[in-house]
């Protein structure tokens, strides 16, 4: 969605490895990736956070390049076999941020009109967000609304 709103290019990613194993030089145990992958969702970190903490800090003093490749499961997976996913995915959280930050923003400032465009743009991204995620990962009865945003990003 990056192009959807704007004439900007998307922001770019780090690079991944090049292999699908893990290094030589990273022989941790994928229990022991689990283990702090569950550790640090429950400090309260977002799974894209998580995997940033294993690259730069790793376990057991071992950096960890790549999730998937050492435990064969993503971070997210991990996540929701142990009852520690959030309740909202990680992508429409940062939009109902945004649009509660836009909000209020736009309340205290009522003339910024390039900001109540940026408010409705980021709206609309989140009820097809929301649309898409409605029936597995977000209740059937979910829908957006100033106040639900509020709730869930408390």
Do not use: C
Not at 18 to 46: F, K, N
Request: hydrophobic share 30%; charged share 35%.
């Amino acid at each position: 969605m990056a192009r959807m709103h704007t004439r900007r290019r998307g922001s770019s990613g780090s690079d991944r490895p090049a292999t699908d194993e893990p290094p030589e030089w990273s022989d941790v145990d994928s229990e022991a990736i689990e283990e702090r992958v569950v550790e640090l969702a429950e400090q309260g970190h977002d799974p894209s956070q998580i995997g940033m903490k294993l690259r730069d800090e790793g376990v057991q003093g071992t950096p960890v390049p790549d999730v998937n490749a050492a435990t064969g499961k993503k971070v997210t997976e991990i996540l929701e076999e142990n009852d520690a996913d959030p309740e909202v995915p990680e992508d429409l959280y940062n939009l109902l941020e945004r649009a509660v930050r836009l909000r209020e923003h736009v309340d205290d400032n009522p003339t910024d009109h390039q900001n109540k465009r940026a408010l409705q743009n980021t709206e609309s991204k989140i009820r097809r967000l929301a649309d898409y995620y409605r029936g597995d990962e977000l209740d059937e009865s979910f829908a957006y609304s100033y106040e639900r945003a509020v709730e869930l990003t408390e």
